[in-house]
T-cell receptor, first 111, second 114 residues
Framework: GENVEQHPSTLSVQEGDSAVIKCTYS??????FPWYKQELGKRPQLIID?????GEKKDQRIAVTLNKTAKHFSLHITETQPEDSAVYFCAAPQGFQKLVFGTGTRLLVSP | DTAVSQTPKYLVTQMGNDKSIKCEQN?????MYWYKQDSKKFLKIMFSYNNKELIINETVPNRFSPKSPDKAHLNLHINSLELGDSAVYFC?????????????FGPGTRLTVT
């Protein structure tokens, strides 16, 4: 089955810096890679996703890159703001309609 | 509001009791899920239903029994609650029956077993 590894587990940056979170997956057939943001006490919410037919996708300050050969994908947040502080989860599909989530990265953006 | 809703939001109960969590989505989605998030924030899928049919059943104790009366509702009943069941339980739904698409999560139910 799919195995998703996520690093780092915690990340502290200063406001305005960039943050990068990386995930690796094991199933070369995987074709959909979402990133979820979970604020304290809230539900996980999709912030960006990428499919295997593209290598990069951007949405304002966030971007996701995918390297299918190396089987890893990354979340990039530029010009971080305190409201970016949250736990971020990557995920990859396993079988039919199932997502395997990474272990999460706690991002702390200090003013 | 269109959303995934869960009740109750908080549930505090004693070991050995039986409890239920209810989930409803009005997004017209075909697939619904239950996830467990433990104190370390790990998100683990427990069950998935597609149009009222169970399609994913992870290694979950038999004390956990999901039930889907229709494709808009997915409930979770837990028998003989144990301390280790304490966690946040999230319901989620997804719009398509084939492929992997965005999952919309409910607000979560924080279960505390004492």
């Amino acid at each position: 089955g799919e195995n998703v590894e996520q690093h780092p587990s915690t990340l502290s940056v200063q406001e305005g810096d960039s943050a990068v979170i990386k995930c690796t997956y094991s199933d070369s057939a995987s074709n959909y890679f979402p990133w979820y943001k979970q604020e304290l006490g809230k539900r996980p919410q999709l912030i960006i996703d990428i499919r295997s037919n593209v290598g990069e996708k951007k949405d304002q300050r966030i971007a996701v890159t995918l390297n299918k050969t190396a089987k890893h994908f990354s979340l990039h947040i530029t010009e971080t703001q305190p409201e970016d502080s949250a736990v971020y989860f990557c995920a990859a599909p396993q079988g039919f309609q199932k997502l395997v989530f990474g272990t999460g990265t706690r991002l702390l953006v200090s003013p | 509001d269109t959303a995934v809703s869960q009740t109750p939001k908080y549930l505090v109960t004693q070991m050995g009791n039986d409890k239920s969590i209810k989930c409803e989505q009005n997004l017209g989605h075909d697939t619904m899920y239950w996830y467990k998030q433990d104190s370390k924030k790990f998100l683990k899928i427990m069950f998935s239903y597609n149009n009222k049919e169970l399609i994913i059943n992870e290694t979950v104790p038999n004390r956990f029994s999901p039930k889907s009366p229709d494709k808009a509702h997915l409930n979770l009943h837990i028998n003989s609650l144990e301390l280790g069941d304490s966690a946040v339980y999230f319901c989620a739904s997804s719009p398509r029956t084939s492929g992997i698409y965005e999952q919309y999560f409910g607000p979560g139910t924080r279960l505390t077993v004492t």
